[in-house]
């Protein structure tokens, strides 16, 4: 089967505590509809927490307007931790999760109102010209707000806000990051390419000093069954000029702990983008082999490192639910490779919609 990258399914966000992050995002971005919610053992992962088997509670949400979803991830075996240190621009992980919005002047106004903690007094322009504002969740993680494209429905939700747009990750060398994230991973359009000082770098994550910015998008539009849904997403990759003390933002912790710990792709052909990946050189590090069982949802999962250890995972989705009180399952193992499904079969997933 042909590789195909449907789109980003969600990011992982771990949180000392899922409900009351969860509650934060409904309001704010309005990410209200709960794919899966799971409590169980991660023994798969344990070259990334120590060798040990921890155990997780992990709720996986989306907006019907369209976007990358949120995994909402708390150790329950284990306290979950902090960076021990400032994170700055130039260090390298995920730094920012992005957020698509109908009319980024009144999601601002709706933050504000709301008591969100705002990082710009008001909207400002971003290197591409549009506007956009930052914002921390409760936990100190980054979210930029930006001018979104691709939506799915309308939930007239206040926020005006819809799903993950995107990321901006810190990295050691841009071109010899590129192979990963538009070759393999299809962002092959670059929106802009600038080297400077930038005002927001040194607000959000203490960015002083030089920095080259690279702005990728995708010509091609997504194919997969939920490619509709996940919609047109960017990546912006971020690289100091003249520091030389950056650092792995999980230096010294496990996948799981506090941040976005993880960039997930919805897609299909899992062992040919397996051989692509290892020829390119980004083995799979970890590889679920077969389909895993998340309670209400089931797949294949994988994962490999970006050069500088950023975590990327891949699904290669087989069960899903659409109405769980009735015992209705997509499954989606033996459909053709690229086919989307029909948007009344993906509206019908927003009944599983959470208030409050």
């Not at 902090?82 to 730094?95: H, R, T, V």
């Not at 496990?254 to 980004?282: A, P, R, S, Y």
Request: charged share 25%.
């Amino acid at each position: 089967m042909e590789k195909i990258i449907c789109g980003i399914q969600q990011m992982g966000i771990g949180v000392p505590n899922v409900e009351a992050a969860w509650k934060w995002y409904r309001k704010f971005f309005g990410v209200n509809v709960k794919v899966f919610e799971e409590a169980a053992d991660a023994p798969l992962m344990t070259r990334y927490t120590g060798g040990k088997v921890h155990s997780r509670t992990a709720t996986l949400a989306l907006s019907m307007e369209g976007g990358g979803g949120f995994e909402i991830w708390q150790f329950t075996s284990r306290p979950t931790e902090k960076a021990s240190f400032d994170i700055k621009a130039g260090d390298f992980g995920l730094y920012i999760c992005k957020i698509k919005s109908r009319n980024v002047g009144n999601s601002f106004e709706y933050f504000k109102k709301n008591g969100a903690e705002l990082l710009n007094s008001e909207p400002i322009v971003s290197p591409n010209g549009k506007p956009t504002f930052f914002a921390k969740d409760p936990n100190g993680n980054i979210f930029q707000i930006v001018e979104g494209r691709g939506y799915f429905s309308s939930t007239k939700h206040l926020s005006g806000c819809g799903g993950a747009a995107g990321t901006v990750i810190g990295v050691s060398d841009i071109d010899r990051s590129l192979p990963l994230y538009r070759d393999i991973l299809g962002y092959d359009c670059i929106e802009y390419d600038t080297t400077g000082t930038f005002e927001d770098l040194q607000l959000l994550v203490g960015g002083e000093g030089q920095f080259r910015r690279v702005l990728l998008t995708h010509s091609a539009a997504r194919k997969g069954p939920f490619a509709r849904l996940l919609g047109p997403t960017e990546i912006e990759l971020i690289q100091s000029i003249d520091r030389s003390d950056c650092r792995k933002i999980f230096e010294n912790r496990f996948w799981g702990d506090w941040g976005f710990i993880h960039l997930c792709f919805d897609v299909q052909g899992m062992n040919t983008l397996m051989q692509e990946c290892q020829e390119k050189g980004f083995p799979f590090t970890v590889d679920s082999s077969d389909t895993f069982d998340m309670g209400e949802a089931g797949g294949r999962f994988s994962y490999i490192e970006d050069p500088d250890g950023t975590w990327i995972e891949f699904v290669e989705t087989h069960k899903v639910p659409v109405m769980k009180k009735l015992g209705w399952y997509i499954n989606l193992k033996n459909k053709k490779p690229g086919q989307h499904l029909p948007n009344w079969i993906l509206k019908a997933m927003g009944l599983n919609k959470v208030k409050g």
